[in-house]
């Protein structure tokens, strides 16, 4: 974070600079008063009144134009900072979903963002001229510099209180709102089995709940900042109005000019102006800072590092030694202290009860979660050892629940390399090789514009089976050598399966090692062993036709390895 603001520093510096040049500025309305009301007025000096008025034009076009400039430094600055960070921030919520700030990073940088870029650094940059004003003031007369402190005073002491008042408020309000969003968000997307299990109006009225206990929260928060927002509305307009008071009272006396009077008042108004303003966007600056912390704390873990030593292609051997993966309370294994070696070309079926931690060993190969204990090892290299972009590629994957993204089908299955530059021609008869190679050409082409059917979110806009079919021929992208199958024909009908099977022959021809999750013996007659599950245990592993008798029924009949050859 440091990093990306010190790239911004010259914009910050020269918008700071043209600050102070706006400040100076700001004081010329003050002496052209003094001016018009002590010289002009009293000589009937049309001549002198025409020249001032000329230097003041050309000052507020020069101060407006130096306002301009000083706005345009800080969008700049933004876009700067947003190329810096959004890359990495996005990046690291991918990398790290498990953390509170991940669902709303981009929010909260935004948040900070705005912050810089906005109203809440110009209250920050005229800040320190608040002091040069009320010298100015002195100058006029010290009693008028007494009420110029006084009102610096005043208005962060009402400030404080507001801000004791209201903080715990606004952050039980802001916690229930963030709660509140994400549970939307995940309701929309189960919006079609909401409608059908009849719960519709049920999820409204717990919404409402949450809702109402938000409102609550910031009702009350808004009721106590009222009444601070009321008391420094009074207090502004009363020092103003007490500061032209005053400045007659002196004129009486003669201590001061008859300009003087409403100069009094108009110096005091730009005194308080930025602390009024830094009060109105202080909401702002604190969250920004605390955006600041929780980006920080989201990235610290991100810090690029050189890359490690680019290793060959792995030829498929995986090898786990000791893998514990702990459940999300921290006091118990899905997976504990696993070991086995898997050689390369082999096809290996993982089966158990459910829970056994079947999808979690799938997870933890694929690189999908970092075991808490443990090594995985691709042809004897650790995979921590990996750039993890440069092991996917050789690494075909196929989760339990699909996975499709928004996007034309075949952007999914080339996992969007096209946003990469890569050559198109070359990505689509990948693409099209990949889908042929596990059946799903045909299906494809049947759908509206083929392979350039376009997802919804979520990967809505196939079924579940044409979903499966889709996301497995994004796992056989590119000829990983290592496949892993999440349960790849939960969703499959008889034609499906079929066309899993002959791939699966096809693939393991091709000597590719492959890992299959499933519940279904379809697919047993490519299989070369058996990983049984139990509690995160492996509590067999051998030949399947060693392990099959010990967990089938005795009717089952033994399988015979395919003799025809599958085509793609």
Not at 127 to 146: K, Q, R, S
Not at 176 to 198: F, K
Not at 378 to 391: I, K, M, N, Q
Not at 406 to 429: H, K, M, P, Q, T
Request: hydrophobic residues 50%.
């Amino acid at each position: 974070m440091r990093t990306a603001l010190a790239l911004c520093r010259r914009h910050f510096l020269a918008a700071a600079g043209f600050s102070a040049l706006v400040n100076l500025l700001y004081i010329v309305p003050t002496l052209y008063m003094l001016q018009v009301y002590d010289r002009v007025v009293p000589t009937r000096g049309l001549q002198t009144l025409l020249f001032l008025t000329m230097v003041l034009l050309f000052a507020l076009a020069t101060l407006s134009l130096l306002d301009r400039v000083r706005s345009r430094l800080l969008v700049r600055a933004g876009i700067q900072l947003d190329a810096a960070l959004a890359p990495l921030i996005l990046d690291a919520t991918l990398g790290r979903p498990d953390l509170p700030i991940a669902r709303q990073a981009l929010r909260e940088f935004d948040t900070m963002r705005g912050t810089l870029t906005g109203a809440g650094i110009l209250a920050l940059f005229d800040a320190p001229w608040v002091p040069i004003y009320i010298l100015v003031c002195f100058l006029v007369h010290p009693w008028i510099g007494i009420v110029a402190i006084l009102g610096c005073v005043i208005l962060p002491l009402i400030a404080w209180a507001n801000e004791r008042a209201t903080r715990s408020r606004l952050d039980r309000a802001q916690s229930i709102a963030s709660l509140s969003y994400a549970n939307q968000d995940a309701l929309l997307a189960s919006s079609d089995s909401i409608r059908a299990l009849g719960m519709r109006r049920a999820v409204v009225a717990r919404q409402l709940r949450q809702r109402e206990a938000m409102l609550v929260a910031q009702t009350e928060a808004s009721f106590a900042a009222g009444s601070y927002l009321t008391a420094t509305k009074f207090t502004r307009l009363a020092l103003q109005s007490l500061a032209l008071g005053l400045g007659a009272l002196l004129a009486v006396d003669n201590l001061i000019s008859g300009g003087a009077i409403f100069a009094a008042s108009f110096l005091i108004a730009r005194a308080l102006a930025p602390i009024e303003q830094l009060i109105g966007t202080w909401k702002t600056i604190v969250q920004a800072q605390q955006s600041y912390r929780s980006l920080n704390g989201l990235l610290e873990g991100t810090v690029d590092q050189p890359p490690p030593t680019q290793l060959p292609a792995p030829q498929g051997a995986v090898t786990l030694e000791g893998i514990t993966v702990l459940n999300e309370a921290r006091d118990g294994a899905i997976l504990n202290a696993l070991s086995l070696r898997i050689e390369p070309g082999e096809v290996v079926a993982i089966v158990g009860p459910s829970g056994a931690g079947k999808s979690t060993l799938a997870r933890a190969i694929a690189g999908a979660l970092s075991p808490d204990r443990g090594s995985i090892r691709f042809d004897g290299a650790d995979s921590r050892d990996w750039d993890p972009e440069a092991l996917a590629r050789h690494i075909g994957y196929l989760p339990q629940d699909s996975v499709l993204f928004a996007g034309a089908v075949a952007e999914n299955i080339a996992r969007f390399a096209g946003e990469l530059g890569a050559d198109r021609a070359a990505i689509d008869a990948a693409v099209v090789s990949a889908a042929g190679k596990v059946g799903a050409d045909a299906l494809i082409r049947r759908l509206p514009n083929g392979y350039d059917h376009q997802l919804k979110l979520g990967g809505r806009g196939v079924s579940a089976g044409q979903a499966q079919r889709i996301a497995l021929a994004r796992a056989v992208y590119g000829d990983p050598r290592i496949l892993i199958l999440d349960e790849p024909n939960a969703h499959l009908d008889t034609e499906g399966d079929a066309a899993l099977v002959a791939a699966l022959a096809m693939l393991k021809q091709e000597k590719r090692t492959i890992l299959i999750v499933s519940h279904k013996l379809g697919i047993l007659p490519v299989v070369d062993k058996i990983l049984v599950l139990r509690d995160g245990r492996a509590e067999m592993y051998g030949p399947r036709d060693e392990i099959l008798p010990k967990i089938a029924p005795q009717n089952v009949r033994r399988v015979a390895p395919p003799t025809a050859k599958a085509s793609g």
